[in-house]
């Protein structure tokens, strides 16, 4: 498609439910980060994946939290054993490859609005 | 350790004013500087962004933002604002040394554009 894609958009679960939050990046783009917006709150960086290298996961906020990307394309935020701390808009983000520059802006999906009875 | 200051949370404008929206920022070396909109129920647009040269950097629907190194700032600018320009602005920072490492995103200014 022609930008990122998110799924679902909104998700409602009870507490202490598992949820996967899926993202499609633009195709063609190496970088994928993972963002956390807390209502009237700033981004929250969570994790980013870097081509085949380690992701970095100095964001995620706890070990119920953990990411994968597949294939380098798809990538997938699972959270387990949900809190209602946990209610928010998860947001993905793509970008190129910079090569020598680190210019590249990140680009966006639309988020999942993840609510936690 | 790189990090983004947005002073004002709220900032209201009447139609047809100028609007500034304002951005300092901290990097250990030199800046890319990154201006994002986001709109309700929508992810972050892209609208400018800084790399090197000119000091005065233009973007998306006629928003332009200025690098001024001596005070570390980038402060968003439009010379007329319009009611659909009402929204949440993030600044954003990322140095240049750092690869394709995460935006730092400062916590954002809502703007609002009054008729």
């Known amino acids: 498609g022609a930008g990122v894609s998110q799924s679902p958009s909104n998700k409602v679960t009870e507490k202490g439910k598992d949820v996967e939050l899926r993202c499609d990046p633009i195709s063609g783009h190496t970088a994928l980060y993972w963002y956390r917006q807390s209502l009237g709150q700033g981004l929250e960086f969570l994790i980013y994946f870097q081509g085949n290298s380690a992701p970095d996961k100095s964001g995620l906020p706890s070990d119920r939290f953990s990411a994968e990307r597949t294939g380098g394309s798809v990538s997938t935020l699972t959270i387990q054993r949900t809190q209602q701390e946990d209610s928010a808009v998860y947001l993905c983000?793509?970008?190129?490859?910079?090569?020598?520059?680190?210019?590249?802006?990140?680009?966006f999906g639309d988020g999942t609005r993840l609510s936690i009875l | 350790a790189q990090s983004v200051a947005q002073p004002e949370d709220q900032v209201n404008v009447a139609e047809g004013n100028p609007l500034t929206v304002k951005c300092t920022y901290s990097v250990s070396g030199n800046p890319y500087l990154f201006w994002y909109v986001q709109y309700p129920n929508r992810g972050l647009q892209f609208l400018l962004k800084y790399i090197t040269g000119d000091n005065l950097v233009k973007g998306s629907y006629g928003f332009e933002a200025e690098f001024n190194k001596s005070q570390t700032s980038f402060h968003l600018k439009k010379p007329s604002a319009l009611v659909s320009d009402s929204a949440l602005y993030f600044c954003?920072?990322?140095?240049?040394?750092?690869?394709?490492?995460?935006?730092?995103f400062g916590k954002g200014t809502r703007l609002s554009v009054i008729a």
């Open positions: 954003a920072v990322r140095d240049r040394n750092s690869g394709n490492t995460p935006l730092v």
């Open positions: 983000a793509s970008s190129l490859r910079p090569g020598l520059n680190s210019n590249q802006p990140q680009h």
